[in-house]
């Protein structure tokens, strides 16, 4: 049974939220790796915004099998957006511009950190369209109200944002 459960969690799962004229909107969540299959995803069209705050793995053959299946979507004029991006997207993000220049980013998740209470969580950061600077939106702790903190060096976290 446990066993069961790991090889479902390595897998890439997704939820069509919503088709219309305007664009499709998907969440994804699991794992991308080298067996990922993307299934009908690979047949959209028009444009489609990936909702990523779920994928909580990315390995480098994933990033691989990601690649290719956005090459595949920009041969049939699809315009992705990605929004919501998980920590371990935005490293890969900062790791591969081939990456970065595939995909518009239109949000983040962002680790940060109480200096007080120590909590740490994510929030959700919009990216201004076209912006190359990182976003400093200023949140506060709901148990303390001090401003939260950054949990990596802003700069190094955005970086991905010079690459567009
Ligand atoms: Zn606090």
């Known amino acids: 049974m446990g066993k069961r459960c790991i090889v ?8 069509i939220t919503s088709r219309d004229p305007a664009g499709t909107h998907a969440v994804l969540y699991g794992e991308i790796n080298e067996a990922t299959d993307f299934g009908e995803l690979t047949l959209l069209r028009g444009r489609i915004v990936f909702d990523l705050t779920g994928i909580r793995r ?23 957006e ?35 209470c120590l909590g740490e969580r994510e929030v959700l950061v919009e990216i201004p369209r076209g912006s190359r600077r990182p976003p400093q939106p200023i949140y506060t702790c709901e148990e303390c109200g001090c401003v939260l903190e950054m949990s990596e060096p802003e700069d190094r976290y955005y970086a991905f944002l010079s690459e567009h």
């Open 8 to 15: 479902t969690m390595a897998m890439l799962h997704w939820k």
């Open 82 to 116: 990605v929004e919501k991006c998980s920590p371990a997207v935005v490293s890969q993000l900062n790791m591969l511009p081939e990456f970065s220049r595939k995909v518009s980013v239109r949000s983040v998740q962002a680790p940060v950190e109480c200096p007080k």
């Open 58 to 80: 990315i390995n480098s053959f994933g990033v691989r099998q990601f690649l290719g299946f956005l090459d595949a979507l920009h041969d049939q004029k699809v315009i992705v």
